[in-house]
């Protein structure tokens, strides 16, 4: 009979559906082919001597092959020696009890759950790891049956260790374990940790088993001191378990209520009235009531006098969502508030019906606040109130108009993109005398608009000495779809990354005589920042930035940080031949070398991005389209790496085609060592033809039809 020598010969006893060539190889006395035998087995279907091979190794041979191709079968015959696979590796140090835990939940049944339970005794003495692997399994399998032994277990995990075993319980979701969860969720916690996952598991409850039958004290008092904890996420869930019940709602108003007369009380802390305001916002509906003007009196109490700005903030959008119309006026007046003027100012654009009139009297109003005035305008341009506009054209060139409303006045203006905006704001872009930040915002509402005969004055400001000026410019030449954009932009990633001084100058640079379009000799910014910033407008410019980023490509490797990865990411988005002939050269490039990403201190690099050839490989794959199969196939060469390897093999079972299938198998072929992705490439491909390794117990040969 013959015997497997190479992995080659595996390859080919798959594809003919030997299985019983592939259980002798199983015996083989070379280690890879042993292995990679093993794992084959799992893509048989019913083959009763592949199983007892498997069983057999399960025992003595490839032991971790055997049990992940045993879970791949879902042969339930495995399950006792799986169980004592993972008992035995609680004090051993084969580390088999991730595949051992991993085929018990591929199977699942009664049987399987049994033996998890049975180990619940033993989950204080074993190993972190081990332990870890048995509360996963019962979790995945959701087994009521545990919840007992899990409560024992608890106890002796207190109260350091704690934290998965309730993550467990949660999981399970069964409403035995409410009373220890609410006496761990009232407890403190050394770190909070274990506060939070007890929080956690309770909110995960079906809300049919909510409130709980605890018989006292009750839920709601237990669950009094996670919703003042001063983590978010755990003084979140607990005003959400809160708001569940009658008597939980009517102690989140009482927090507020509180709050207002003794805000340094301990059961009011600012962090606590704040996520019972969030809560109030995001679910108005749980507290109706047929007469609210206290709760509405509350909310209008912390929106002005709250002296932490996160609880004014959470306060309007409280009282927007559950007064609605009735919350105009204290919104209005807390546009004043010049620490939450903005949040306020998007809250009343989202009201059904916005108070328009009264904000444009605001805006009108010089003897308001400029903070008001500010809210009033960004207000306006988020409700989309295009009858404004006259006024804030108005408001944009007057000289003695607040340089801070002024700005809200551009952003506005951005927002609803009138087309006779553009020729003020081009001309306060370009007016050296006025205010750096008011030119700011008045290029990047130049962006927003996008009419074309403003670019020039955008590729201008690209080069301003300003800096908050020059990173507007950049951001805003995303929205010009032009092939001129493209170039400056690119310009700007190259100058960007080059060799220079990264200390911008402290002085201004004097104007050069530049063309449009082009980078000044001058450097005025060397930061990344401004690269990644050039890096995203070139993706949203589209198609006239393909032959600009083609040839950033072909300096990737000098890029720092993230550059290389968002370069890549960018000419992913193009689709066509062309963009993926680049991400080919890209992916098969050599590595640079293992000093390029040393630089001295100061010369413009933090750290060193992904390899771009490991993000060109991945974008690459991710196309996965039959044009693709040439740059695709040369990923399987010697030279790549092995994650681009791996990735263009799936990329290949993806298009399909017998000629993928070919170059995966001659792939497989050379290779000198398998992977299990190798085994699942070569299962797959047996699969499409119809090569089914096993047979039924009637010896009826099973074969898919042939694959087109």
Not at 149 to 168: D, F, I, N, Q
Not at 290 to 310: M, N, Q
Not at 598 to 627: M, N, Q
Request: glycine fraction near 6%; charged fraction near 20%; aromatic fraction near 2%.
């Amino acid at each position: 009979m013959e015997q497997a020598s190479s992995l080659a010969d595996l390859v080919r006893m798959r594809l003919d559906g030997d299985v019983a060539g592939l259980c002798r190889a199983t015996r083989s006395e070379v280690l890879d082919v042993r292995l990679s035998a093993t794992t084959f087995l799992g893509g048989s279907t019913d083959s009763p001597e592949a199983v007892e091979t498997l069983l057999a190794c399960l025992r003595r041979g490839p032991r971790r092959q055997a049990a992940e191709a045993l879970g791949r079968l879902r042969e339930h015959r495995a399950v006792p020696g799986l169980l004592r696979m993972l008992a035995a590796s609680r004090a051993a140090h084969e580390q088999l009890e991730k595949p051992a835990v991993d085929a018990l939940v591929a199977i699942g049944g009664p049987q399987v759950v049994r033996g998890l339970v049975e180990l619940c005794g033993q989950l204080a003495t074993g190993r972190g790891y081990w332990t870890v692997r048995v509360l996963d399994a019962l979790a995945a399998l959701r087994a009521p049956e545990a919840v007992t032994p899990l409560l024992a277990a608890l106890w002796a995990y207190l109260p350091g260790r704690a934290e998965h075993v309730v993550r467990t319980l949660g999981a399970i979701g069964d409403p035995r374990a409410t009373s220890a969860l609410l006496v761990l969720a009232h407890t403190p916690a050394p770190d909070g940790h274990l506060r939070r996952d007890a929080v956690t598991a309770l909110h995960a409850l079906p809300d049919i088993d909510w409130p709980t039958a605890h018989p006292w004290p009750s839920a709601e008092t237990l669950l009094h001191a996670p919703q003042r904890d001063p983590d978010p996420e755990t003084a979140r869930l607990a005003t959400a378990l809160l708001s569940r019940t009658e008597d939980g709602r009517a102690h989140l108003w009482e927090v507020l209520r509180t709050a207002s007369h003794s805000p340094d009380h301990p059961d009011a802390s600012p962090h606590a009235v704040a996520a019972v305001c969030a809560h109030v916002a995001e679910r108005p509906g749980l507290f109706v009531v047929p007469d609210p003007g206290e709760h509405h009196a509350l909310l209008r109490h912390h929106l002005r006098e709250s002296p932490v700005p996160t609880v004014r903030r959470a306060a309007a959008r409280a009282l927007a969502a559950y007064a609605r119309a009735e919350a105009s006026e204290a919104l209005l007046e807390a546009l004043s508030d010049a620490h939450i003027s903005d949040a306020v100012a998007d809250v009343i654009a989202r009201l059904p019906k916005p108070p328009l009139r009264e904000l444009q009297e605001l805006l009108a109003d010089t003897h308001r606040t400029v903070a008001q005035r500010r809210g009033a305008t960004r207000a306006l341009g988020a409700a989309g109130h295009t009858a404004v506009a006259p006024v804030l054209l108005t408001l944009l060139t007057d000289d003695a108009a607040p340089t801070a409303l002024r700005t809200a006045v551009a952003d506005a203006l951005g927002v609803l993109r009138p087309p006779e905006a553009t020729t003020p704001l081009a001309a306060l872009a370009e007016d050296a005398d006025e205010p750096g930040t008011l030119r700011a915002h008045a290029v990047r509402a130049l962006g927003l608009i996008g009419a074309p005969h403003t670019l020039p004055v955008v590729l201008a400001c690209a080069r301003s000495p300003h800096e908050a000026v020059r990173a507007r410019a950049v951001a805003a030449l995303g929205a010009f779809p032009v092939a001129e954009a493209a170039r400056a932009l690119g310009e700007i990633v190259t100058y960007s990354t080059g060799p220079h001084d990264t200390a911008p100058s402290s002085t201004p640079a004097e104007p050069h005589d530049t063309a449009p379009g082009t980078t000044p000799a001058e450097s005025h910014d060397t930061a990344p920042e401004l690269a990644r910033t050039a890096l995203h407008a070139l993706r949203r410019v589209g198609a006239p930035t393909l032959p600009v980023l083609i040839a950033l490509a072909d300096g990737v490797d000098d890029l720092g940080e993230d550059l290389a990865d968002r370069l890549v990411a960018a000419l992913a988005a193009h689709p066509g031949a062309e963009a993926t002939a680049a991400l080919a050269r890209l992916a098969a490039a050599p590595p640079p070398p293992w000093d390029a990403g040393r630089v001295k201190p100061g010369a413009g690099r933090l750290s060193t991005s992904r390899p771009a050839r490991e993000a060109a490989s991945l974008a690459l794959t991710e196309r996965g389209t039959p044009d693709c199969l040439t740059p695709l196939t040369s990923l399987l060469g010697p030279g790549s790496w092995s994650g681009a390897q791996e990735a263009a093999v799936r990329a290949l079972l993806d298009i399909g085609t017998g000629e993928a299938h070919e170059h995966v198998l001659a792939y497989c072929r050379r290779a000198e060592h398998f992977y299990d992705w190798h085994v699942e490439a070569v299962n797959a491909i047996a699969e499409a033809r119809g090569s089914d390794s096993g047979r039924r117990p009637g010896g009826t040969s099973r074969a898919a039809p042939q694959a087109p």
